[in-house]
C-alpha cells in the first residue's frame, strides 16, 4: 500500500508542477501622458540692499575712499543684488542701470563697482561707474548671450565713497537714494 500511495503522490506532484509551469499570464500595458504648462514669470530686482553704509569718519580734508560697513559688526562688507529673469525666453537681453536721485551729493563721488560671479561672468557685463543724476548701465545681458543666462544673476555691488580732498563737510551725516531700473533692453 505504501508503493501505491508514493506512486500517486509523486504522479499529482508531477501533474501539478507541470501545470503550473505551463500557465501563462497576458499582461495588458497602458499609457498616460502627464503634462504641465508654464508662463512669463516675468523680469525684476529679486534682492537689493535696502542701504549701504560707509561708517562715520573724521573730516581730514584730504583724498579718501572708503568702503561698505557692515554697522552691526564694524567691518567691511560688500552688498550684493540679483536680477531675477523668469521670462521663460532666451531672446530679449536686459540692462540694470542706477542714479543717485539727488545729482549733486555734497561733492561726494558714490561707485558702484560690480563684480559677478563665477557663474554670471560667462554672460553678463558688469560696468564700474560713478553714479550722478543720469542712469548709467551697472550690468547687462546682450541677446545672442541669452541662451547662456541663469534665471537669477548676481553680484556684489562694490561700493565706495570718494572724499576729494578740500571739499567743504559739515560734521553731520550725508544721504542719497539710489534708483535702479531694470529694462527688458541690452545697451
Known amino acids: 500500500m505504501n508503493k501505491i500511495l508514493l506512486k500517486s ?12 509551469m505551463a500557465v501563462t499570464v497576458n499582461a495588458a500595458t497602458q ?19 535696502k542701504s549701504i553704509s560707509f561708517g562715520k569718519h573724521a573730516i ?3 583724498d579718501q575712499v572708503f568702503g561698505e560697513v557692515d554697522t ?27 542714479k543717485l536721485q539727488t545729482a549733486d551729493f555734497n561733492g561726494l563721488e558714490l561707485s558702484i563697482n560690480p563684480e559677478g560671479t563665477e557663474a554670471t561672468t560667462g554672460y553678463a557685463t558688469f560696468t564700474n561707474q560713478t553714479l550722478n543724476g543720469s542712469e ?5 545681458v546682450t541677446d545672442d548671450k541669452m541662451s547662456l543666462e541663469k534665471p537669477e544673476t548676481q ?9 576729494p580732498a ?14 535702479w531700473n531694470l529694462q527688458n533692453a541690452p545697451q
Open 72 to 98: 552691526t559688526q564694524g567691518k567691511e562688507t560688500n552688498s550684493s543684488m540679483t536680477v531675477g529673469d523668469y521670462t521663460g525666453q532666451v531672446t530679449k537681453g536686459w540692462t540694470l542701470t542706477a
Open 155 to 163: 553680484f556684489n555691488l562694490g561700493a565706495k565713497i570718494h572724499v
Open 31 to 49: 499609457t498616460t501622458t502627464s503634462n504641465i504648462t508654464f508662463t512669463n514669470g516675468g523680469l525684476g530686482i529679486a534682492h537689493a540692499p
Open 136 to 140: 548709467k548701465p551697472i550690468s547687462s
Open 166 to 179: 578740500n571739499i567743504h563737510l559739515d560734521a553731520k551725516a550725508y544721504s542719497n537714494t539710489i534708483d
Open 60 to 62: 581730514t580734508g584730504q
Open 9 to 20: 503522490t509523486m504522479l499529482m506532484v508531477a501533474t501539478l508542477g507541470g501545470t503550473l
